[in-house]
């Protein structure tokens, strides 16, 4: 199992072999079983996991961060995006975003959104792909105003997973508001593969 889930992911990284299913459940059964570290060593233990060869060790890192997010602020975002920067794929920093730093920046917009306009200049693209997928999961509560700057700024871009992530932004937003995507779309010029993906939801 450990060849093809390589592949999967182009060769970039070595797998155990795990499938998702019993991935989780082996998860599940270790949180049950041991204490969480304290949130002084939530940074090193989550290290201690991704700096491991397989990719399934950066799949128990990711969920470790997860359980301890509450423990998180804005003042962890270099450690953030320091862990989205490393061994960067959209298996990896896509649940990072959507899972933790969503949590984080709810905490506390004003800072998160700062940092997002930051991270959004940055010259690594995974970094700029959170920064458009932050408010992936905020609904009613997404700032358009912020969502339509950050993907503006890279509208042009030819990168196939920035493109993806503009899309990915767009569409989960239509559920909310498919008029806002739809006018958004029509107003600007995107590249096509992010258009189609925006509109999959805001056609009328």
């Known amino acids: 199992m450990a060849v ?4 999967y992911m182009r060769n970039q990284f070595d797998f155990l072999g795990i499938k998702t299913p019993l991935r989780n459940a082996l998860l599940k059964e270790q949180f049950l079983e041991h ?14 996991l991704y700096n491991l060869p397989e990719r399934e060790y950066q799949y128990a890192a990711i969920a470790l961060l997860e359980k301890m997010k509450k423990q998180l602020t804005t003042e962890d975002f270099p450690f953030l995006r320091e862990l989205i920067e490393s061994k960067s794929w959209w ?9 933790t730093l969503c949590y984080v920046i709810e905490t506390n917009r004003t800072a998160g959104t700062a940092d997002m306009f930051a991270w959004s200049k940055a010259p690594n693209i995974w970094t700029n792909r959170s920064a458009i997928l932050h408010q992936l999961k905020y609904k009613q509560q997404t700032d358009t105003v912020t969502l339509a700057h950050i993907i503006l700024q890279h509208a042009a871009s030819s990168e196939f997973f920035i493109q993806k992530s503009f899309g990915w932004a767009l569409r989960e937003y239509a559920k909310t508001d498919a008029e806002w995507v739809r006018s958004f ?17 805001a056609k009328k």
Do not use: G, Y
């Open 4 to 7: 093809p889930m390589s592949a």
């Open 35 to 48: 204490r969480l570290p304290d949130p002084v060593q939530l940074a090193e233990e989550v290290w201690k």
């Open 91 to 99: 298996d990896s920093v896509d649940p990072i975003v959507t899972r």
């Open 185 to 201: 779309v029509s107003d600007h010029t995107l590249m096509p593969l992010s258009k189609q993906e925006a509109l999959k939801h």
